[in-house]
Structure formats: structure tokens, C-alpha cells
């Protein structure tokens, strides 16, 4: 009786070690198949650009291909939504930007809640917008600006990519911030947008610093600030909006997330190879040319800065009253 007992306790055990090994087993083995990594904007737009970057450390780190598949519309929400309906083993993962942050309240009728369904693996960069005037604008400096706006209140057309997109609340959280009234002009994507400050028909635009470079550096606009806390490499002369409008910062920034549920080892796995990327010379070459400034850390990191970056973006929306296209 007392062998009968002890071979039943043993065999128990051994059992008991049998889902923690299969477990450790499937995170060893990630990833065992093509991962899908799903990029809410258009092809060729930043987050593709940076969705393929990242993808190729992955696809040569990881031993398996990491493929991007663009899934535009909604404001991105189409994309996001395939993620957070999608099994949550880690073959597919999310491109994640602010627009994701901003579209927590700018939408109404979401079928899911960005920061309870995706699960944070990484952050990678954020890159400045920089606000800059037609040069008919008699304004040279941020003060300047306030002064001019505010001795012209609702005369001066603020242009933005769209109804609730980072150019958009970079300029609400402007007006929030120093009481200023602009009109707001969405268009249909930044490059019209740019075609008509360039015209003179607006007259003010925050917009991504790679799009509007060649042409501040050609005296076509004129730069008043970048939207970072920081200067940038190149733009050096110009300042800060936080220079003159304590506590401003926008940024446009991208990250990686994946399906809630996740195992948290496929997770480390994730987070470690984004990290080990962002420290690699080439591909901080390569995020420097597109503007942005590596921002690496940990699951946690990330998702304390969503978090913030959802918050804020709750306040701007709510003044501003933006609305989706």
C-alpha cells in the first residue's frame, strides 16, 4: 500500500511539471512561424516606413520573416481592431503611434479600449513636429506669434493633416496653452496641407519635420519651434515651444503592441530585440534620417507612457471638441 502510495505521489508531481514545461517549450520556440505585423496607415507612410524597419531586425534576429501588412482607414482604428481581435499568440502584432493615444476620445463608438486590449511590448522613437508660418507672417519668434494671434483672433488658418491627427492637437494643445484663436483647416493628408501654407492660403501648420525641412531650409517657411522638450539635430537653431510655453510637448511617436493576452515571455522576447535594435548604429542612423529619437525601454515603460500620452490627448480632444473626418 505504501509503495502504491509513493508511485502516485510521484507520478502527480511529474504531472504537475507538465504544463510549466510545455509553456517554457512554447516561449523557446517563438516564433515557430511568419509573424503579421499590422500598420493601421497608409503604405509609405512613417509607421510602415518604421513597421519594415523593425521587421527586418526581427525577421534576422528572430529566424523567422516578420511581415508588414498595411491596413489603412478609420484613423487606424481598422488596423488596431484586427490586432485586438486576433489570437493572442504573438504572430500578430500592432504598429502602435499616437494617433492610437488621440483616437481613445476622439471616437465615440470604438468596439474596444486601446489601453485594456493591447498590450505594450515596445516603444522605438518619437519625432518633433515643428510649427512654422508662411513668410508673409510678420511673426519671427513664438512670442512674436501669441502677440500677432492674439491681436488677430480667428483671422489666422491653422492647417493640419485631418480632424483629430497629431498636426491637429499639436495646435489645439497650442491654443489651450496660450489662449490664442486660430481656425482650424483640415486637410486630406499633410501634403495639401503644405501645398496651401507654401500658397499663403493658411497661414500657420505644425507639421512632421521630414515633409516641411527642404522647405524652411529654402526660406519657403519659416520655423518658430519644434514640439519636443529637446532641440533637434537638424534644426539646431531652432527652439522649443517648452522655451516659451512651459509644460508644451507633442510628439509624433511609434511603438509596438500586441493582442492582450500575450504571454509575457513572447513579450520579453519582443522587448528585447526592439531594444537591442534601437542600439544598433545602423538602425539609430536610419530613425535619425526619418527625424525621430529612440525611445527605448521596458513593456512597462511603454505602457506608462501611453497611458500618459492617452490622457493628455483626452484633455486636448474635450477643449478642442475635434471630431473624426
Partial sequence: MMLQRREFLRLAAGAATVPIVLHAARAQAYPARPVRVIVGQ???SSSDIHARLIGQWLSE?????????????????????????????????LLVNAQNAINASLYDDLTYNFIRDITPIASVDRSPLVMEVNPSVPAKTVPEFIAYAKANP????????????PHHVAGELFMMMTGVNMVHVPYRGSTPGLADLLGGQVQVMFDVVASSLPHIRAGKLRALAVTTTSRINVLPDIPTLNEFVPGYEAS???????PKGTPTEIIATLNREINAALADPTVKARLADMGGTVLSGSPDDFAQFTA??????????KFSGAKPN
Fill in 154 to 165: 480667428g483671422k489666422i488658418n491653422m492647417a493640419s493633416a485631418g480632424n483629430g491627427g
Fill in 61 to 93: 534576429h528572430l529566424g523567422q520573416q516578420f511581415l508588414v501588412e498595411v491596413r489603412p482607414g478609420a484613423g487606424g482604428n481598422i488596423g488596431t481592431e484586427a490586432v485586438v481581435r486576433a489570437a493572442p499568440d504573438g504572430y500578430t502584432l
Fill in 42 to 44: 497608409a503604405a509609405g
Fill in 252 to 258: 509624433a511617436w511609434i511603438g509596438l503592441g500586441a
Fill in 308 to 317: 500618459e500620452e492617452t490622457e493628455k490627448w483626452r484633455k486636448v480632444v
